[in-house]
């Protein structure tokens, strides 16, 4: 399970420019729950995922897995059981390398590092088999250098370099926001499998309310460092995107809009 605790979130404090995001701000999320969640921009849904992740300090507050704070881990260790895709298909690879040398680290994430070289060709045919299942004609493509590719390509490969090794929570950033219309399904396709399959509990920030309404269990609306809308199961089945731009319409309306 996962929690993030009473967490306060002050952006530029001190200055002329002081935003509080979040003010004593709680949310679980249960084991292999799929969430998506939706917002306006500045409602603080990517800053809940770097929070989560440690990219970005908090003020006050927790964030536990477990029952146990990984509030004060470094990066490294909290991505031993975390994997994360960005918007930007380039964030998670290595345009420089090929996608035999991108696999191999993430292959050997959280391996000791020695003086042994770092891409083991003996495990040419597993890379080969893992990009087949992605279904976009990749797995003859290894010595090609990841910059070669095109955007959708990148993303189903940061995808499953993410999850490569053994983990239990996947962040998703709006990882379909910079692709075009049919790579952006294959991609959102591709992601439901490998989070079902692998059993992971998933968190995807997304601008596009089909997605955020068709997959996953639960789905979160938020607003100024607030959830205003938070639909699991059954509701989460029954919301339709019409709900969700009602929300959106209110919202607008109580902002002045």
Do not use: W
């Not at 345009?95 to 292959?107: H, K």
């Not at 089909?210 to 269990?217: Q, S």
């Amino acid at each position: 399970m996962l929690e993030v605790r009473n967490i306060t979130k002050i952006y530029n404090p001190g200055t002329v420019t002081e935003q509080r995001l979040f003010n004593d701000f709680s949310l679980t999320v249960e084991e292999e729950q799929f969430v998506t969640i939706v917002g306006g921009n500045g409602s603080g849904k990517t800053s809940l995922l770097n929070i989560i992740c440690g990219s970005i300090p908090i003020e006050a507050g927790d964030v536990l897995v477990d029952g146990k704070s990984i509030a004060k881990l470094k990066d490294y260790q909290r991505y031993a059981s975390m994997g994360r895709v960005y918007q930007d298909p380039a964030a998670g690879t290595c345009p420089g390398l090929t996608m035999l040398e991108n696999l191999s680290l993430a292959d050997n994430k959280g391996k000791p590092f020695g003086l042994a070289r770092g891409v083991n060709r003996q495990r040419r045919d597993f890379y080969r088999e893992q990009l087949r299942e992605l279904g976009l004609g990749l797995e003859d493509k290894l010595d090609v250098k990841m910059g070669a590719l095109s955007g959708g390509q990148r993303q189903a490969v940061a995808l499953l370099m993410a999850t490569m090794t053994p983990l239990r929570f996947l962040i998703l950033d709006e990882h379909t926001a910079a692709l075009d219309p049919k790579t952006a399904e294959t991609i959102m396709e591709l992601t439901n499998k490998v989070v079902r399959e692998k059993k992971l509990t998933a968190m995807m920030v997304t601008h596009n309310l089909r997605y955020a309404v068709e997959y996953g269990d639960r789905i979160l609306m938020m607003n100024q460092g607030r959830v205003v809308l938070d639909r699991a199961g059954v509701e989460k089945a029954a919301t339709s995107i019409d709900d969700i731009l009602t929300m959106f319409s209110q919202i607008s309306i109580e902002c002045g809009h």
